[in-house]
T-cell receptor, first 114, second 114 residues
């Protein structure tokens, strides 16, 4: 069964600190993995995308890693800001369907305190 | 910012009412999707469309229906709303081709059925 598991479920950090969010998946055949940021009451917005051959990708203070062998990914946030408070969702796409089916994790709810 | 719009953003209605949630995109995308998301849970695909006059049911059974008469428009209708339909509904779209499976999300409609 194709699944995406994220940890921790929620995280509270102080402004300026770093944090790392985890994602484990069992989706096969694998196409790509994206991290989305979803602000409260808004739709998800893509932060990074990685294919099978990529093992790291940065977008400003966000750095994602991918280990396709162990089927694990992480999202590292550097020097957190209050605006980073959001849900971070790991999304894995398979290449076994023309739809490009997406499998969503439940997200990690990050709260940044001043 | 993705050019995909949803109206209304918030809707509170009584049981038994018929409602239509609107979704429009100006990116010329062929594929469009409707997801249902409850707090702290993953997104569940309830409907999708490959293009005009194409609609399919998603993974999660839903009593809603959709139509795709125009490329840019993908409305979702509930003939008789019930409290169990209370949820957030997210619309998304994506381009065609294996490398264009990034889905762009609208801001969502928060539906409450009393």
């Amino acid at each position: 069964k194709n699944q995406v598991e994220q940890s921790p479920q929620s995280l509270i950090i102080l402004e300026g600190k770093n944090c790392t969010l985890q994602c484990n998946y069992t989706v096969s055949p694998f196409s790509n993995l994206r991290w989305y940021k979803q602000d409260t009451g808004r739709g998800p917005v893509s932060l990074t995308i990685m294919t099978f051959s990529e093992n790291t990708k940065s977008n400003g203070r966000y750095t994602a890693t991918l280990d396709a062998d162990t089927k694990q990914s992480s999202l590292h946030i550097t020097a957190s800001q209050l605006s980073d408070s959001a849900s971070y969702i790991c999304v894995v796409s398979d290449r076994g369907s023309t739809l490009g089916r997406l499998y969503f994790g439940r997200g990690t709810q990050l709260t940044v305190w001043p | 910012e993705a050019d995909i719009y949803q109206t209304p953003r918030y809707l509170v209605i009584g049981t038994g009412k018929k409602i239509t949630l609107e979704c429009s995109q100006t990116m010329g995308h062929d594929k469009m999707y409707w997801y249902q998301q409850d707090p702290g849970m993953e997104l569940h695909l309830i409907h999708y469309s490959y293009g005009v006059n194409s609609t399919e049911k998603g993974d999660l059974s839903s009593e809603s229906t959709v139509s795709r008469i125009r490329t840019e428009h993908f409305p979702l209708t509930l003939e008789s709303a019930r409290p169990s339909h209370t949820s957030q509904y997210l619309c998304a779209s994506s381009g065609s081709g294996p490398s264009n499976n990034e889905q762009f999300f609208g801001p969502g409609t928060r539906l409450t059925v009393l």
